[in-house]
C-alpha cells in the first residue's frame, strides 16, 4: 500500500518541488498509527519468545529492558518515524516536496520480501530455492529502494534546478544531508547484515544433518523439556 501509494504520488509530480498530490499527507495520516501499533506488536513477539523458551517468570521490566536492547535500532526507527518524520512531512513541508515523500514510501517496496524470508525461516525453509530465491529479491529491492533512492532523489532535485549532481550538497542547506544521513544510515546497517546472511547461505549451500540439528537448537527449535519450538533468524 505504501509503494502504491509513493508511487502514484511521485509519478504525478512533475515539479519536484511545488506540485503537490492529496494523497501525501492523507497516506501519512493512515499509516503513523501503525507505526505506534507495530512498536506494541513486536513487544508482544518478544515476550512470545521468551515464554516459548521457558523464561515466561521476567516481570515487565525486565521484558521492556530486554526488547528494547534486542530491537532496539527498529523502535528507534519508529519513534523517529512518529514524532520527526510525520510533523515534518505534514506540517513543516507546507505542501513542498510531495514528489520526495512518494519517493520515501516507495522504500516499503522491499519489506515484502525481507517478511517472506523471515516466514520461510519460521517455518525452517530457508534451504530452500524459494528462499534463495526471495533473498536475491531482497538484495536486489533493499538495495534499489532503501540505499539508491537516497542518491537517485539528489539527482533529481539536482536536474530540477539545473544543476550538476555533485554541486547539490553546496546547494541546499545542511540540515537536509542532516536528515538524509539519519535515514539511510539504518538502511546501510541493515543492508550489510542481509549481505551477511545472504553470504553465509549461498556459501554453505545444503547443510548436513547435524548443522540442522545444532541451528535447531541455538535458534531455540529444540529446548531442554523436548519441546518444539519456532524463532526466526535476527538477520
Not at 137 to 147: E, G, K, P
Request: glycine share 8%.
Amino acid at each position: 500500500m505504501a509503494s502504491t501509494a509513493g508511487y502514484i504520488i511521485a509519478s504525478s509530480c512533475h515539479d519536484v518541488i511545488d506540485d503537490e498530490h492529496w494523497l501525501t499527507s492523507s497516506y501519512i495520516l493512515f499509516a503513523v498509527p501503525y507505526f505506534v501499533y507495530d512498536i506494541y506488536a513486536m513487544f508482544l513477539c518478544h515476550c512470545h519468545k521468551l515464554q516459548v523458551k521457558g523464561h515466561e517468570g521476567s516481570g515487565v521490566g525486565c521484558l521492556l529492558l530486554s526488547y528494547l536492547r534486542k530491537e532496539f535500532l527498529m523502535v528507534l526507527h519508529h519513534v523517529v518515524m512518529v514524532t520527526v518524520c510525520f510533523p515534518v512531512s505534514v506540517f513543516w513541508r507546507q505542501g513542498k516536496g510531495d514528489f520526495f515523500q512518494g519517493c520515501m514510501l516507495m522504500a516499503e517496496l522491499s519489506t515484502p520480501s525481507v517478511c517472506l524470508g523471515k516466514i520461510l525461516i519460521q517455518y525452517k525453509k530457508q534451504h530452500t530455492l524459494l528462499h534463495k530465491v526471495n533473498g536475491v529479491v531482497m538484495l536486489l529491492t533493499f538495495f534499489c529502494f532503501r540505499i539508491l533512492l537516497f542518491p537517485y532523489m539528489y539527482v533529481r532535485y539536482a536536474w530540477h534546478m539545473g544543476l550538476r549532481p555533485h554541486s547539490v550538497p553546496l546547494a541546499i542547506p545542511l540540515h537536509y544531508h542532516l536528515g538524509a544521513a539519519l535515514l539511510i544510515a539504518p538502511q546501510v546497517y541493515w543492508f550489510t547484515l542481509i549481505c551477511r546472511g545472504a553470504f553465509r547461505l549461498f556459501r554453505r549451500g545444503a547443510p548436513k544433518p547435524r548443522e540442522v540439528k545444532e541451528e535447531r537448537e541455538r535458534n531455540g527449535h529444540a529446548s531442554g523439556k523436548g519441546q518444539s519450538t519456532m524463532e526466526p533468524s535476527s538477520g
